[in-house]
């Protein structure tokens, strides 16, 4: 039954993808999830797995009425063949979608139903000197992905051919693009000796990066309102985030968030920490209203489920087409349970998503 | 280093002498002790200890391991009902063991009387361990009947027991000797060397020497999706050298000095798990273990007995991966281990039947190596001092046989960076019980109970980022009641042995990491119910009057879950722990060609907590034939052992993405002087 819908779906994405380019974002905004009209309104969740399991999954989603499609991946549905090992990042791209896989070290391009066209192996030969691919951003013609091999290498979007590279940081992170430059964060080495380094690449000459030391072992960075925050694990991975003065290179250090998401200006953040003593995980939520530089701490989702207070979230991620907000628990071993809140962050489902520690959803209407 | 190697040494040694020297001169009895103790040997047979002990002990003797042809210790174990062996594949791949799923941790391995000690990682890799100089293996649920075992055999909640061949001259001659070359598929080569020597009336010194060489590179269907693709295993080569020495010493009061020097060298290529898309392996590990140990034992007067050991264990290893992901393009960990210890056990014997026996053992272990608790603290480098004293009686009235006793053990430790564990202490008591049953000869009960804990391994406590220091000790309770009955039931069988044993195993304040968000640690947090039942058969028939059949055959049930109410995975079964597993092998033995025919399986079970398809392992049977003759000629014997393993080339994992060599093939030429 389920393939049978997902047929239909497929066929229907496919179908009236050519009109829907056409849409404005007001009309997306004004979707309603009750009033029917759902198989066009897809997203893909990707579970990241765990590492040597060759776990990773995509979970097809109905994002009108949070429904699922594609069995147990719709990746392997498509294509008969698994995701593979740490499924890492998934980047939208119009109506395609970019898969980088870290330990089975490869990217993906991917078609909106989940359908591969075409891929760069980083596992062997030429590309194999970049190191795994961790994640990506999309400017231009090119795909710009952070690799361990200290780099961040540039594909074409169309073919994935590789194009070239330029050294950062130890164990690169996430990356963004903001007014003509990459930022890209830095981890640790294979000694867990932090690095401190961000780096900012000039895009058009993608030639060499300089340098900015804002905090130790970073792992996350956005952008909002031409402003940039990173997060990371820190030294005493306590999770720190603030922002980064793009031209000084100066550090503010804002709160503590282990994840976090942007909308409409406002970062929202949770810490999951654990209580060693206990083994008891509390959340703690704030929000960062980046316009008035605000930081309000305190739970910002109404009557949302008692254990959502005490699990770990994974990530959070907003639908940019209603605004409503998924959050990404784990438990490390079973399947992650997302919690959907609407745009006034009020509780409306769970479910059950398809595989093990779901980090990212990307949304098509 | 090297000095303080030396120093050991040169103590073992001079302290062997001056034994050898007291007790040569308050010699006044003469007696061949060497072959009073081949005669006990002889009688531990692998039927009669399994049913009369009070404890589910089980014995495979060198005959049934060439019966049966097995090379690896590990082929071994998997055969003993209630053993659980991970076994990661291939020649150099790590096995582990674990006696009723209670661990690896809780299951102590014993070479020639010593335990072996890996205070790291706590788990000992028994793929190390070739069989070309075995005597006999034995498991034993808690622990064995002798009475003057160390402490640390008690300690554990089972034991796997490796005993070497001790010299014999049968024929009056005043060495032996004895050269083996083993052949197979996957490049193996492994010509072994062992040379016996009387030195004088009461002094034999035997010499083995073994290399090990094989490619590992064996094929194996990778099924991803609907795809299927012949691939091979790759970085899977090894080399290996074993060189041991032992010099049995004889006094004439009927006191024996054994002492032994062991040395391993490894390098081996570890292949890792298949991950898909990606075949990149380019791991190496590098292993050096060297032990010293000596024991000495003797009677003194009827009712006493001592037993004194000594022991030094230097283990080495570096792990090196290379590749982009690594800024220096190289990962390297090194790691040194050693373990002074010593031992002294003394039995009283004060009537026929009651035999009381106090062990006390002291172990100082070190590790050294280059791996950071966080980053920025230098490595821990701890030591740990550790005392287990034991005390133990058996008693043996009409039809009656108990064994019970207290275990205490104390640890401390110290660290060079970092936060310092504290002290930790404990009671273990245990008791067993058989009792024959009267009017039903060969009939027997036994039950057993025993509390153990296995302390916090320096992995466990100090490892990158992970370790705790706050841990405490992993405390496991074992209860087993069983029937078991021997005996001769027709007249063409030589003996019948059924044994039945139901088990309840507790395991609380587990040591697992911990999930939590990004950085996991480790903790006290799992806790785990095992019940089941482990059944054996072994039974003798005369075919005819030089044609005799041996079957054997090994059944278990077990029902591991996890009880820890917060736990992810609350009530699913242990991963890698299969409800039905068993063995069974059939052995022709005639004057022309001995077969051997041995079947091993394991049900379905799961690679994660999360028991869904997904994660489901299919079950395997993996069967093994062995065809061996011996021809003697004057003065010598020539052996030839062929076999073929995985006969219907079945493709199966025992951990996940670790695939287990299809068909192979193996030949052993060994001549004996």
Known sequence: ?365 | MRLRIFVFLWTLLCCSASWNAWAQSADKTPADSLRRIRQVEVTASRVVSNVSSSKPIQTMTREEIDRLGLNELSEVVKRFAGSNVRDYGGIGGMKTVSVRNLGAQHTAVSYDGLTISNTQAGQIDIGRFSLDNVESVTMAVGNEESLMQTARHYASAGILSVRTERPTFGDGRGYRLKAQLRAGSFGLLSPSLRYWQKLGGRTVLALDGTYMRADGAYPYELVNGKNRTDEKRHNSDINSWKGEANLFHTFSDGSALDTKLYWFYSERGLPGSVVYYNRTARERLWDEDFFAQTSYSRQMGREWKLAARLKFTHSWNQYEDYGPNYVSGKMRDVNRQDEYYGNVTLGWLPADNFSVALAQDVSVNTLRNNVHVASNDGPSNPVRTTSVTALTAHWTPTRLSLDGGLVGTYAHERVAHGRQPGDKHRLSPFLSVSWQVPGADGLRLRAMAKGTFRMPTFNDLYYRRIGNTGLRPEKAKEYNLGITWTGRPLSWTRYLSVTADLFHNNVTDKIVAFPSTYVWKMSNFGKAVINGIDITMAGEAEVTKRVSAVLTLGYSYQKAVDRQRQSASYRKQLPYTPRHSGNISLSLNNPWVNVGYSIVMQGERWSSAQNTDTYKIDAYWEHTLTLSRSFQFSGWRLDLIGSVRNLTDAQYEIIKFYPMPGRSAELTARVTL
């Open chain 1, 1 to 365: 039954m389920k393939m049978k819908q997902f047929f239909f779906a497929a066929l229907a994405v496919l179908a009236l993808s050519a009109g829907f380019t056409s849409c404005s974002d007001d009309d997306d905004n004004n979707n309603n999830p009750s009033s029917g009209d759902t198989k066009d309104k897809v997203a893909f969740i990707l579970n990241e797995g765990a590492m040597s399991k060759n776990n990773a999954s995509i979970t097809g989603l109905y994002w009108a009425d949070n429904t699922l499609f594609g069995g147990e991946c719709v990746y392997k549905t498509q294509n008969q063949q698994a995701v593979g090992d740490v499924g890492q990042d998934l980047v939208k791209d119009g109506d395609n979608m970019f898969l980088i896989v870290w330990g089975s070290a490869y990217i993906a391009k991917l078609d909106k139903t989940g359908k591969e066209l075409v891929r760069a192996d980083l596992s062997q030969g030429e590309l194999a000197s970049l190191g795994s691919p961790r994640y990506g951003v999309v400017e231009g013609n090119y795909l710009y992905v952070s690799c361990y091999g200290n780099c961040v290498a540039k594909f074409k979007k169309s073919d994935l051919s590789y194009v070239s590279k330029v050294t950062v940081g130890n164990r690169p992170e996430r990356l963004i693009e903001e007014d003509g430059y990459i930022y890209c964060t830095s981890s640790t080495d294979e000694s867990y000796q932090a690095d401190n380094r961000l780096a900012k690449i000039d895009i058009k000459e993608f030639k060499e990066a300089t340098f900015f030391t804002p905090m130790s072992n970073q792992d996350r960075i956005m952008e909002v309102d031409d402003r940039v925050f990173i997060q990371g694990y820190g030294d005493a991975f306590d999770y720190p985030w603030g922002e980064v003065n793009t031209t000084t290179g100066e550090f503010t250090k804002i709160g503590n968030a282990s994840t976090w998401a942007e909308n409409d200006d406002v970062i929202y953040t949770v810490n999951s920490v654990t209580d060693w003593d206990t083994y008891a995980t509390t959340n703690y939520f704030a929000t960062y209203d980046v316009e008035k530089s605000k930081y309000t701490e305190g739970a910002y989702l109404k009557n949302a489920p008692a254990e959502l207070a005490s699990t770990s979230v994974f990530a959070m991620e907003f639908n940019p087409y209603n605004d409503y907000l998924y959050v990404m628990t784990t438990d490390f071993t079973n399947n992650s349970k997302i919690y959907v809140f609407n745009e006034k962050l009020e509780y409306v489902s769970m479910f059950e998503s398809t595989g093990v520690n779901s980090k990212k959803i990307v949304f098509f209407n």
